[in-house]
């Protein structure tokens, strides 16, 4: 299950919003800021086993938006590590100290939560998010270490909103059944054409239903959904696509997501069908694959413009 692109800016969706600093709180200039506690107990953290990931890190992160400039990253996130996670700035930052990991990143950025809406995976996101959901520039920060932790094996904590909830802001790994796999492209298919682009990659698949935003969705009740959405002015477009966009593309994005399963083993099988399904409707089109962290998954090749 991915939990939040569709309650997110950080993946969904162009246009590029002009940059503005986050508040000086949660923003500092430095990429070691004198009370490192302080930040990371205020900030989205990504927590690593060990040393030497340094150069995978700077490598990623130009992965996920080639255009930063560390410590600035995206749009009102910033980037601060590594820090050394003894037992003392663990315990101040409250973080785990009895664990694997000894290396820990911030990505601070103004705090902006929701609440977990009504609905099918409302008891899992209660679950996830007990002190809300992250929206705005946090969900953007939130989005890159997640991403982070997937291709480092590392872990994730999102603050607490008040000191009160702190016990509850725990360090948690990326699931297989949140991820999901965005392609942009042109102009939509209509669903009959798509169902058949993807028969042989996920059998059984069938149309599920229409959005109001004239989109539709294809999917296997129990097992997954593919949203298919146009993207329209002021939407929001991942920082690794910017570079390839253009006035008129991307105009369309495929959404492949695993709803919620009951073990974590039916959820990696249903991800990489998902997967290869993504990358098949990739290529076929022309268009960019990204993961739902806004990773790129494939390279960009031959984009088609219309």
């Not at 980037?79 to 990991?101: K, M, S």
């Not at 103004?110 to 946090?138: C, F």
């Not at 682009?197 to 059984?204: D, I």
């Not at 109001?212 to 939407?235: A, Q, W």
Request: hydrophobic residues 40%.
């Amino acid at each position: 299950m991915k939990l939040w692109p569709s309650t997110r800016r950080a993946v969904g969706a162009a246009r590029v919003h002009p940059a503005r600093p986050a508040p000086p709180a949660h923003s500092p200039r430095t990429a070691h800021p004198a009370h490192p506690a302080r930040l990371l107990r205020g900030s989205p953290v990504l927590l690593l086993p060990g040393p030497g990931a340094e150069a995978s890190v700077e490598r990623l992160l130009r992965e996920w938006n080639p255009q930063s400039a560390p410590p600035e990253v995206a749009d009102g996130v910033r980037w601060a590590g590594p820090f050394r996670l003894d037992t003392v700035c663990g315990l101040e930052a409250r973080l785990p100290v009895d664990g694997p990991w000894s290396i820990a990143y911030a990505a601070p950025a103004a705090r902006s939560r929701r609440r977990v809406p009504d609905g099918l995976d409302a008891h899992l996101l209660r679950l996830r998010y007990p002190q809300g959901i992250p929206t705005g520039d946090e969900a953007v920060a939130w989005s890159l270490i997640m991403g982070l932790a997937r291709r480092l094996d590392g872990a994730v904590r999102l603050p607490a909103r008040t000191a009160r909830g702190a016990s509850a802001a725990m360090a948690q790994r990326p699931q297989a059944q949140e991820n999901s796999y965005c392609v942009y492209g042109p102009e939509p298919l209509p669903w009959p054409v798509l169902q058949s682009v993807l028969g042989l990659s996920l059998p059984e698949l069938d149309h599920t239903g229409t959005d109001p935003d004239d989109g539709y969705r294809l999917g296997r009740p129990g097992s997954f959904e593919v949203r298919v959405r146009p993207l329209r002015g002021g939407d929001f477009l991942p920082y690794a696509l910017r570079p390839h966009a253009a006035a008129h593309w991307p105009r369309t994005t495929y959404r492949f997501r695993c709803v919620p399963q009951r073990t974590e083993v039916d959820a990696r099988r249903i991800d990489g069908l998902l997967r290869a399904a993504a990358c098949q409707l990739a290529d076929v089109l022309g268009g960019i694959l990204l993961d739902g962290d806004g990773f790129p998954l494939m390279a960009a090749g031959s984009v088609t413009r219309r």
